[in-house]
Nanobody
């Protein structure tokens, strides 16, 4: 079965760092573009970042540009999001998403809380 399992979330102070991971299984991970999407409390889904299947092209929302870095290790079937200089407004549930023509997979999400 297809699975995307996020991990690495938790409580961190403003200005701190956190690295999220997304472990993929049940499909050919290296053939899929991947995304991170987040949902803050009481708000809708917000796209955060994209990476192409080979990892050579990345894209970021203006709100995280310069602070977050998306990457992937296709040999480990794992997607990452390195989050630096975290702000309270980054507090959200973070989801990983795998996309290929005809397919759209989502993980269960991991909670990130930025608070002093």
């Amino acid at each position: 079965q297809v699975q995307l399992v996020e991990s690495g979330g938790g409580l961190v102070q403003p200005g701190g760092s956190l690295r999220l991971s997304c472990a993929a299984s049940g499909f050919t991970f290296s053939s899929y573009a991947m995304s991170w999407v987040r949902q803050a409390p009481g708000k809708g889904l917000e796209w955060v970042s994209d990476i192409n299947s080979g990892g050579g092209s990345t894209y970021y929302a203006d709100s995280v540009k310069g602070r977050f870095t998306i990457s992937r290790d296709n040999a480990k079937n794992t997607l990452y999001l390195q989050m630096n200089s975290l702000k309270p407004e980054d507090t959200a549930v973070y989801y990983c998403r795998g996309i290929r023509v005809g397919y759209d997979y989502w993980g269960q999400g991991t909670q990130v809380t930025v608070s002093s």
